[in-house]
C-alpha cells in the first residue's frame, strides 16, 4: 500500500514562533487534505490540495505533486494551534478513502 | 462542506459487551467510512459502508466484530462487538463530498474507553 510519513513527529514551539510541516507520500494520489486534530479528538479540515499552493489565514500549504511532498506552513503560532496535524491521501484507484500520515503533534507554549 | 453527527461522542463499556455508533450525514452520500484511531496512533479504515450492499472490510478487520448498517443515504452504524480493552479507541466516520472535487469531512469522533 501506500506509505506516507510525516516529520517531525512532535514540534514545541514558543508562541508567535513559524513552522513548516512535512508530508512524504510513496505513490501518484488524487487527493491530499491536511487536517487538525483538536484536543477532543475531531479532525478539522485545513486544506484541500492535490497540488498547487493554498493560504488561509495564518496558515498556507503548498503540494508537489510530481515529487510527492506536501508542506504545512504555521506562521505567528497560537496556543490554540496545538494539536496532531494530519496528512491524509487518496490514492489513484477509485477506493475514494485515505491513507493518513503518521502525523505531527504540535505544542505551542505561551 | 457536510454536517456529520457522531454519537455517543464518549462511551465507558464494560469488556464483553458491544456499542454501536451512529454516523447522520445531513445530505445524500454514496460512501461512508469508518476510521479507528488507537491510543497515540494515526487513523486506519475499518470498512467502507455503502448503501444497499454489504461493507467492505479492510485487512485485519471482520464483520463479525465490527457489523455496520447502512439503511439509507444519510445514515450508518459501526458496532464494536464482544469488547476488549484493546478497542479502546476512537471512532470516526467520514463522507466523501463531491462538488468540482472530492474532499472527505468528518463527523466528531467517539472516544470508546473498554475496562
Known amino acids: 500500500g501506500i506509505q506516507v510519513e510525516q516529520s517531525p513527529p512532535d514540534l514545541i514551539l514558543q508562541e508567535g514562533a513559524n513552522s513548516t510541516l512535512r508530508c512524504n507520500f510513496s505513490d501518484s494520489v488524487n487527493n491530499l487534505q491536511w487536517f487538525h486534530q483538536n484536543p477532543w479528538g475531531q479532525l478539522i479540515n485545513l486544506f484541500y490540495i492535490p497540488s498547487g499552493t493554498k493560504q488561509n489565514g495564518r496558515l498556507s500549504a503548498t503540494t508537489v505533486a510530481t515529487e510527492r511532498y506536501s508542506l504545512l506552513y504555521i506562521s505567528s503560532s497560537q496556543t490554540t494551534d496545538s494539536g496532531v496535524y494530519f496528512c491524509a491521501v487518496e490514492r489513484n484507484t477509485g477506493a475514494n478513502n485515505l491513507f493518513f500520515g503518521t502525523g505531527t503533534r504540535l505544542t505551542v507554549i505561551p | 462542506s457536510a454536517v456529520i453527527s457522531q454519537k455517543p461522542s464518549r462511551d465507558i463499556c464494560q469488556r464483553g459487551t458491544s456499542l454501536t455508533i451512529q454516523c447522520q450525514v445531513d445530505s445524500q452520500v454514496t460512501m461512508m467510512f469508518w476510521y479507528r484511531q488507537q491510543p497515540g496512533q494515526s487513523l486506519t479504515l475499518i470498512a467502507t459502508a455503502n448503501q444497499g450492499s454489504e461493507a467492505t472490510y479492510e485487512s485485519g478487520f471482520v464483520i463479525d466484530k465490527f457489523p455496520i448498517s447502512r439503511p439509507n443515504l444519510t445514515f450508518s452504524t459501526l458496532t464494536v462487538s464482544n469488547m476488549s480493552p484493546e478497542d479502546s479507541s476512537i471512532y470516526l466516520c467520514?463522507?466523501?463530498?463531491?462538488?468540482?472535487?472530492?474532499?472527505?469531512?468528518f463527523g466528531q469522533g467517539t472516544r470508546l474507553t473498554v475496562v
Open positions: 467520514s463522507v466523501n463530498i463531491v462538488k468540482g472535487r472530492t474532499e472527505a469531512f
